[in-house]
């Protein structure tokens, strides 16, 4: 009986101790963050470049596109840049793990002056999307 019991407690405190390791990786990796990490030394001497390529996409005519738009839980939004030429190509760009879409703006310029009429979603808990959590693009 004494073994069980010892046996049932130490399985307890193992369960107890992944829930615990789980629940924290869990949030670092796919939990919403509303915060900018900071970066490395290296990748700061880039920074004046990357907030060109923002500058122009903040200036730049575009529209905002919403995908339930009235529901704040459910929320998706984009950016759609209509090339002047009127053309029927466009390019969609998404962004990278706990970006959004002015991370992509240097992509979004090239492929402008490239000619292409630009779509850039935030995924789902990224940029101004809602929602909690990360999904990779599963509900997107």
Do not use: C
Request: glycine share 6%; aromatic share 16%.
């Amino acid at each position: 009986m004494k073994k069980s019991v010892t046996l049932g407690l130490s399985l307890a405190a193992v369960a107890t101790g992944a829930l615990y390791v789980s629940h924290r990786l869990f949030n670092v990796a796919f939990k919403r963050v509303n915060y900018v990490p900071e970066t490395s030394a290296e990748k700061q001497k880039y920074a004046q470049q990357y907030y060109n390529y923002v500058d122009w996409f903040r200036q730049i005519p575009h529209e905002t596109w919403y995908l339930h738009q009235n529901d704040p839980a459910k929320r998706l939004v984009a950016t759609f840049i209509q090339h002047p030429d009127h053309l029927k190509k466009t390019v969609i760009i998404s962004h990278g793990y706990k970006g959004n879409r002015e991370t992509m703006a240097n992509y979004a310029q090239m492929f402008y002056n490239l000619g292409f009429n630009v779509l850039l979603p935030d995924d789902r808990a990224h940029g101004d999307s809602a929602g909690q959590y990360i999904n990779f693009g599963w509900l997107d």
